[in-house]
Antibody, heavy 114, light 108 residues
Framework: EVQLVQSGAEVKKPGESLKISCKGSGYSFTSYWIGWVRQMPGKGLEWMGIIYPGDSDTRYSPSFQGQVTISADKSISTAYLQWSSLKASDTAMYYC???????WGQGTLVTVSS | DIQMTQSPSSLSASVGDRVTITCQASQDISNYLNWYQQKPGKAPKLLIYDASNLETGVPSRFSGSGSGTDFTFTISSLQPEDIATYYCQQYDNLPQGTFGGGTKVEIK
């Protein structure tokens, strides 16, 4: 069974760093791109970027370039989304999704508040 | 950037009604369009891929059509369990997999 399992909810302060994860199982992790999607509270879906775990080829949507870093560790079938300095406006639910868009993680809620 | 304009932003319909949502791309995206259903507190669920193909296990009352810049999503007979927000998404030019703004569907 294909699964994408994300790390748990996080509560952070502005300026702190954070790395959330998305672990794939039940398929060849290195053969499918993994994307990240942001959903701010009460708002729509925003595509952030995508990574190919096989060779770590990474591409960002312009709105998110320089704001986050997407990475992957194929040895443990896990993709990551990280921030070096969080802002209150990063408060959102974040989803990972396999490139065929058929399998999604359950979401990680990130709350940034002083 | 490709922009996706989805309408309406919300609608209210009766059980059994035919519901139609449209999505317009700012440039030709061929048939690289998905439709999703999202219920509160849940991840989006893929319903339609490549503009008109029904994802496995999705009820046949859901359908999609269109190509180029204009796309339509239809629920042929609205059911109470279809209450959700629906999104279109283009994937013609990844990494920009732009979503439409969403349509909230409610029961009248």
């Amino acid at each position: 069974e294909v699964q994408l399992v994300q790390s748990g909810a996080e509560v952070k302060k502005p300026g702190e760093s954070l790395k959330i994860s998305c672990k794939g199982s039940g398929y060849s992790f290195t053969s499918y791109w993994i994307g990240w999607v942001r959903q701010m509270p009460g708002k729509g879906l925003e595509w952030m970027g995508i990574i190919y775990p096989g060779d770590s080829d990474t591409r960002y949507s312009p709105s998110f370039q320089g704001q986050v870093t997407i990475s992957a560790d194929k040895s443990i079938s896990t993709a990551y989304l990280q921030w070096s300095s969080l802002k209150a406006s990063d408060t959102a639910m974040y989803y990972c999704v396999r490139r065929d868009f058929d399998y999604w993680g359950q979401g990680t809620l990130v709350t940034v508040s002083s | 950037d490709i922009q996706m304009t989805q309408s309406p932003s919300s609608l209210s319909a009766s059980v059994g009604d035919r519901v139609t949502i449209t999505c317009q791309a700012s440039q030709d995206i061929s048939n690289y369009l998905n439709w999703y259903q999202q219920k509160p507190g849940k991840a989006p669920k893929l319903l339609i891929y490549d503009a008109s193909n029904l994802e496995t296990g999705v009820p046949s009352r859901f359908s999609g059509s269109g190509s180029g810049t204009d796309f339509t999503f239809t629920i042929s007979s609205l059911q109470p369990e279809d209450i959700a927000t629906y999104y279109c998404q283009q994937y013609d030019n990844l990494p920009q997999g732009t979503f439409g703004g969403g349509t909230k569907v409610e029961i009248k």
